[in-house]
């Protein structure tokens, strides 16, 4: 039997940085993952790197330029004729940076001198964990430590199987060929959205069913209310409070029944993405055997320190609940490689960003007004758009606009939400306020490169003591 210090169950954002982090630590590290891409070769980086944010982002930004072509270009003094979208380029070019990066995993694994195995896992008593790989052989391995990290997958709501023809998950959404002329979508949750815009972008007409009553629930209202106006112009048909209760497909045609303030409506689409949540990768694990529990909802019940019910047992990223995202679970994965090394780290849960890849991007970290509001925290907000911003004029992106929500008394910034032209980037600013405990005051005082998209957080902070300059 192979003996590691520590083994690491999947090689996704949480896992294969976990098994770096340990192996530079001096642990001998094994990964497994038991991923195979569409050619049927084992790959590593998990949902993240094959079917989520980086094929996603992919599409985003190849479409993007479609939209600035067709919409932006003439005011730029560009005039395109003959403009014609090869959305089977596109999606090679997707399949390509998927391949790079994956590819840059297994490097990375290497270097670090991590043993990977192409395969399943499964966990036995003591400590031991059997692999079924995918040349038809099997492995027995022992590890001091062992650490699950394998991710989530799509769920869909009861009934309504997925066949990725005509009904799709995302990854099925992921790898259309063709734009649908009528797509429907449930749930407009970040992958709803995302997935829409890209095929909205590329000609199809886009229906989103969500139950929930208000838009982006999570996120500061200031922002979910503007950034649905903005979808909504782009030609998002987002509607609210709509349940849906029955999807029937045949060949090309989707018929979704849901119910609308109680009245049952009809929608009949030409294909229908559910983009409803993500749930746990636990089966085949053999979590009860060894003790491992999980909650109501699937997710594998860990401490702060990623200690499972289970000793010698750990769980991080999507498989341990909480926001799924891979910048979280690859925190939870270099933390927990400290920890085992008797190393002090922590994450943050208070300052992780959440990014929504639409365009304008919406982008948060921190608390939100009504968060500061429900659990009576008194606030103060700045808010400063983009319009406001020379180098937004100059790029022709003016819509959105920054908010910061900071301690009334203390001047403490609790939050910051943008909505706005690169606010996954421009987030990053307030992510390193937040986690230094910086007071709206300092950010004021910051000299932020002008032009620069970045002056808007500058305005915002200086709004908050309600001395913006440009606005
Ligand atoms: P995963 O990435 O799911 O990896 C788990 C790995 O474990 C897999 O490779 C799997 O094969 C392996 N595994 C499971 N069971 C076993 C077993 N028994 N034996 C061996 N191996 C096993 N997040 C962001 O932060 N930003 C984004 O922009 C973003 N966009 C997304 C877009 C889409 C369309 C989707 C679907 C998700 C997106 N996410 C995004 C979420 C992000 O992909 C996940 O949060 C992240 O991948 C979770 O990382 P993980 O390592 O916990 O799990
Ligand atoms: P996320 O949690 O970001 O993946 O988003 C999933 C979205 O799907 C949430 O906003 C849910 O409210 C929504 N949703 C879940 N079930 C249904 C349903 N039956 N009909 C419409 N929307 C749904």
Sequence with gaps: MQQFDVIVIGAGPAG????????????????????????????????????GCIPS????????????????????????????VDIPTMQKRKDKVVQILTRGVASLLKKNKVEVFAGSARLGGEQRVHVDQHDGSTVEM?????????????????????????????????????????LGIIGAGVIGLEMGSVWQRL???????????????????????????????????IRMNCRVQ?????????????????????????????????????????????HVATDQKG????????????????????????????????????????????????VNYDAIPWVIYTWPEIAWVGQTEQQCKASGISYRTGEFPFRALGRAHAMDDTA??????CDKESDRILGAHILGPSASELICEAVVAIESELCAEDLARMVHAH????????????????????F
């Excluded at 997958?153 to 005509?166: F, H, K, L, M």
């Excluded at 929608?267 to 009860?288: C, F, P, Q, S, Y």
């Excluded at 959105?400 to 929500?405: A, D, E, M, T």
Aim: hydrophobic fraction near 40%; proline fraction near 3%; charge should be negative.
């Design 142 to 182: 022992q590890g001091r430590h062992i650490v699950i990290a394998s991710g989530s997958q799509p769920t869909s709501i009861p009934d309504v199987g997925i066949d990725n023809e005509n009904i799709l998950d995302s990854t099925g959404a992921l790898g259309l060929q063709e734009a649908p002329e009528r």
């Design 57 to 84: 982002k992919a599409l985003l930004d190849s479409t993007h330029h479609v939209h600035f072509l067709r919409e932006q270009a003439a005011q730029h003094g560009l005039k395109i004729s003959g403009l014609e």
């Design 203 to 237: 000609g199809s007409e886009v229906i989103i069913l969500e139950a929930l009553p208000d838009f982006l629930p999570a996120a500061d209202q200031t922002v979910s209310k503007e950034a649905m106006k903005l979808l909504a112009k782009q030609g998002l048909d």
């Design 16 to 51: 294969y940085v976990c098994a770096i982090r340990c192996a530079q630590l001096g642990f001998q590290v094994a990964c497994i993952d038991k991923w195979v891409n569409a050619k049927g070769k084992p790959t590593l980086g998990g949902t993240c790197l094959n079917v």
């Design 400 to 405: 959105g606009l920054f908010k910061i929500v």
């Design 451 to 470: 032009p620069s998209l970045a002056e808007g957080m500058h305005e915002a902070a200086l709004a908050a003591d309600q001395r913006a300059i440009h």
């Design 299 to 346: 997710f594998i019940k860990v401490d702060a320190h990623w200690r499972t019910s289970s000793e010698g047992i750990y769980a991080i990223g999507d498989v341990a609940g909480g926001a799924m995202l891979a910048h979280k679970g690859s925190e939870e994965g270099m933390a927990l490689a400290e920890h085992l090394a008797d190393q002090y780290a922590h």
């Design 246 to 290: 029955e999807v029937q497909a045949s060949t090309g045609k989707v018929s979704v029944t849901y119910h609308l303030n109680g009245a049952e409506q009809r929608l009949e689409v030409n294909k229908l993405i559910v983009a409803v949540g993500r749930m746990a990768n636990t089966e085949g694990l053999g979590l009860d055997g060894v």
